[in-house]
């Protein structure tokens, strides 16, 4: 069964603090996306990669960074966590081509910056 | 950033009855997708659409993809418990790796 595995699906952060949200897919996949999720707003895009070392922008990049080493792993980074960034945080990956081209998500980190 | 817009936001309902939801857009998409997310989880892919005025089914789920390509809709018949979630339109353009979602639809229901 093919996966997208977020390292923890609950965290409790401190206002200052660096976080690192964990993803990694088994799927071989080319794109990966970090979105948040908030009551109200939807899925907002914060970044995406396309390939290994390749990242761009979304729609709410500020505060947020992010690393691609490998290509099955994409990390998201709080720079400096606020209040206003607890959210849920989700990740998916696509195929480049094909795959009818949805996105396959996975479960969720819930943080809670305190 | 682009978005979709979907409506309704939120539906209450008996168990047993039809729904219906929608999402609207002043883009053309190639491809049109429903998700649904379970309390707690991430989103999880029902149905998919490639073709103007195609109309899809997934057991008791219907969507269809406006002949226009800049709407498409998800019908539900016979609602059962398990069918609370929030539900997502997402849509992709020509060319494009990323897909546009909607705001989502939480749907609850009554027993």
């Known amino acids: 069964d093919v996966k997208v595995t977020q390292s923890s699906r609950y965290l409790v952060k401190r206002t200052g603090e660096k976080v690192f949200l964990e993803c990694v897919q088994d799927m071989d996949h080319e794109n990966m996306f970090w979105y948040r999720q908030d009551p109200g707003l939807g899925l907002r895009l914060i970044y995406f990669?396309?390939?290994?070392?390749?990242?761009e922008k979304g729609d709410i990049p500020e505060g947020y960074s992010v690393s691609r080493e490998k290509k099955e792993r994409f990390s998201l980074i709080l720079e400096s966590a606020s209040t206003n960034q607890t959210s849920m945080y989700l990740c998916?990956?696509?195929?480049?081509?094909?795959?009818?081209?949805?996105?396959?998500f996975g479960s969720g980190t819930r943080l809670t910056v305190v | 950033g682009q978005q979709l817009n979907q409506s309704p936001q939120s539906m209450f309902i008996q168990e047993g009855e039809d729904v219906s939801m929608n999402c609207t857009s002043s883009s053309i998409f190639n491809t049109w997708l429903w998700y649904k997310q379970d309390p707690g989880e991430g989103p999880v892919l029902l149905i998919a659409l490639y073709k103007a005025g195609e109309l899809t089914s997934n057991g008791r789920l219907t969507a269809q993809f406006g002949i226009t390509r800049k709407d498409s809709f998800l019908n539900i018949s016979a609602s059962i418990p398990s069918d609370v979630g929030i539900y997502f339109c997402?849509?992709?353009?020509?060319?494009?790796?990323?897909?546009?979602f909607g705001q989502g639809t939480r749907l609850t229901i009554n027993p």
């Open positions: 997402a849509g992709q353009i020509q060319g494009a790796q990323k897909l546009v």
């Open positions: 990669s396309y390939d290994v070392k390749m990242k």
């Open positions: 998916a990956s696509r195929p480049r081509t094909g795959g009818g081209y949805g996105y396959t």
